[in-house]
Every structure is written in C-alpha cells, then in structure tokens.
C-alpha cells in the first residue's frame, strides 16, 4: 500500500513546504524571569495575632522589625510557633544571628503587641468604637452594647 492510499491508517504526510512545529516562529513572550527567594524557619516565641488570639504580635510589627535587623527580609509566613523567612537573596551569618536573637528575645516582640484598652468596661460605648486600638472582640462587644441600647427598639417603647 502507498501513502496515498485512503487505506492507510496514519499521520498524513504535510503538504510540501509547511513548517513542522519546532520550525514555525512563536509569538508568546517567554515568561518573566521569577526572583529567587530563600526560604528560613525559625522559632517564634510569642503567639502572633489572629481572630482566636487577639493579643498577640501582629505579623506586619514582628515583619518591619525583622527588615530593621535584616534589609533582605521580603515577606513572613507563620504556622503555629514557626516562622518562616523570605528574604531576596541569602542572608549573611551576621543578619542570621541577629534575626535569631530578634525572634528569640520574647521581651521585644511583646513590645511589639498592641496595648490593651484601658477602657473596656467604659459607659460610654461609643468610646470603645472610636478608639483605633480597640482590639476586634472589645469592639464588637462595645458594638452590641451600643446597637441594644440606641439602634433596636424594644417591644412596647416607643421613640
């Protein structure tokens, strides 16, 4: 049988002067080089702040005082009392130690910790609310106060 014969089963033969796929021209761009980024854990010994911990160390204080210690810090990440380090290139012994010294010293980064409102119990809500360092949970307390006694009417009281 030949080639040109409809009973041969097959990859047809191109048809004469097309390009294979290896020969026709691209026209996407070539990605982006990505940045290299190394990658250290280290021990945290203090709890960071979340929903469930409110006055922990909030990520961004422990980050911008990692980057005093260490220009090269770029980001952190943390699961349970490990935090993890990227910094743009390798860092030297010296900011390694530092860095160490820095998420090891439990004195300073509790400096770091929003301080608690002194005005949790205060009778005027309203207070708590405008207050920037109310901490989510006081604040929502403070809220409920407020919308029970000014915002929700209760059965037979009229305004």
């Given at each position: 049988m030949s080639q040109d014969d409809p009973g041969v089963v097959g990859r047809p033969t191109p048809p004469q002067g097309a390009l294979t796929?290896?020969?026709?021209?691209?026209?996407?761009?070539?990605?982006?080089?990505?940045?290299?980024?190394?990658?250290?854990?280290?021990?945290?010994v203090v709890p960071v702040r979340d929903f469930d911990n409110?006055?922990?160390?909030?990520?961004?204080?422990?980050?911008?005082?990692?980057?005093?210690?260490?220009?090269?810090?770029?980001?952190?990440?943390?699961?349970?009392?490990?935090?993890?380090?990227?910094?743009?290139?390798?860092?030297?012994?010296?900011?390694?130690s530092e860095l160490a010294a820095l998420l090891a010293d439990s004195t300073r980064l509790a400096r770091l910790a929003r301080p608690k409102v002194a005005a949790t119990t205060a009778a005027d809500p309203i207070q708590l609310l405008l207050d920037e360092t109310t901490d989510d949970q006081t604040w929502l307390r403070a809220f409920r106060r407020y919308a029970v006694t000014h915002l929700i009417p209760r059965e037979g009281k009229q305004e």
């Open positions: 796929a290896a020969q026709r021209p691209t026209t996407a761009k070539p990605p982006a080089p990505t940045p290299v980024q190394h990658v250290e854990r280290l021990p945290l409110p006055d922990g160390v909030n990520l961004k204080d422990v980050l911008a005082a990692a980057q005093s210690v260490a220009s090269a810090v770029s980001d952190l990440a943390v699961l349970g009392r490990t935090l993890t380090v990227f910094s743009d290139r390798p860092l030297e012994s010296a900011e390694r």
